[in-house]
Structure formats: C-alpha cells, structure tokens
C-alpha cells in the first residue's frame, strides 16, 4: 500500500494496511461537517473539544472549515485497564482550560465504537453547565456499539467493525501520521 495510491506523493509501503478512504475523501467529508457546523452554530460560542490523542488530526482539520469564531481545548482521557477492552470507567489524564459554562460544545472525537467513554465523558462535561453537548467523529463504528443511546451528532464516516489506523488513528502509538485510513489485516502483524 503506497500513499501514492491515495494522491499524497508520500510512500508508506505496508502490506499488511488496507486503504478504506483516501485523503483526498477524508478532506471532503471533513469540509462538509464543517460547513454543517458553520451552518448551525451561527451566533453561538462554540468551543470544540478534542479528545487526545487520536482526534488531533481531524480536529485540525475540521476547524480549518468552521467560519466561526470559536475557540479551542483538550481533554484526554482513559478507560482502558487491561490495555485492550474499555471498562467505560473514565480517568480523566488531562482536563479542560477553560469552563465551558453558557457556551455550545462539540466533542471532537476520532471514532466511536462501544460508546463507553464517550457517554461518560458526555456525562462529565454535561454536569458543567453547557448550554449544548454534541458529538462530532471522524469515524463510527456502530457494530460494537455498547451504549445505543449514545447520538452522533456530525459523523464522517461509517465504518465496519474492523481495526482501523491513519489520520490520527493509531495501533501501539503508531500510524498516526497516514494521510489515509487504513483497515489493518492482521492485527497480529501490527
């Protein structure tokens, strides 16, 4: 797999990678949410929050296509004990600046699967006094969807239930920086 094939002029050569979207796709879509987002939080404080690591990416991207004025902050968080399957049990690593009281928020997230941390953190933020909560990730995974509940307010893209890496995604800390998105073959040989 070349990232030639996706337009980059880069090489990233790994055969064991699946090229699901290119970046020339991603950067679409992504324009479009942001249009959306422009569209529908005229005259609001928006602050738009991303969720370290993986969202860093999109989130770039995405407020590049805001015309808004909006403003900007991070959380990381963690539900992962065993390293593998979250628990839903949020540890918050880093938290907000700034509060977000009286403002409009969207969660900047790069993919939603179980919906465990994400609910939590919905709750978590929701007890801040926002006057809105909304979601906003680069990829939905709804197979293993644990909390149902869970809206997908600005969504990129739908995916399957298969292990995924690039544009922020990653596997072991790695494969952040494709410029595409990539299925992972064999999970065993990442």
Not at 3 to 15: D, H, I, L, V, Y
Not at 16 to 33: D, G, P, T, Y
Not at 119 to 144: C, H, Q, V, W, Y
Request: one cysteine or more; a negative charge.
């Amino acid at each position: 797999m070349t990232a030639a094939a996706s337009g980059t002029g880069s090489e990233f050569t790994n055969p064991n990678l699946e090229q699901m979207f290119s970046a020339e796709i991603i950067s679409e879509r992504v324009k479009a949410i942001g249009a959306k987002i422009t569209r529908d939080y005229a005259e609001k404080d928006l602050v738009v929050v991303g969720v370290l690591k993986g969202s860093c990416i999109f989130l770039s991207d995405l407020i590049r296509h805001i015309d808004l004025k909006l403003s900007i902050d991070f959380m990381a968080v963690s539900s992962y004990k065993d390293g593998t399957v979250s628990t839903g049990d949020v540890e918050i690593l880093k938290d907000l600046t700034n509060p977000i009281r009286g403002k409009d928020v969207i969660i900047c997230e790069d993919i939603v699967d179980t919906g465990l941390t994400l609910f939590r953190l919905m709750e978590i933020l929701g007890s801040r006094g926002a006057n809105s909560l909304k979601i906003a990730t680069l990829l939905d995974k709804p197979e293993p969807r644990i909390k149902k509940e869970l809206v997908i307010d600005y969504c990129g893209f739908q995916i399957p239930n298969r292990f995924v890496v690039g544009y922020g995604l990653d596997a072991a800390g790695r494969y952040r920086n494709l410029p595409f998105i990539a299925a992972v073959k064999d999970p065993d040989l990442i």
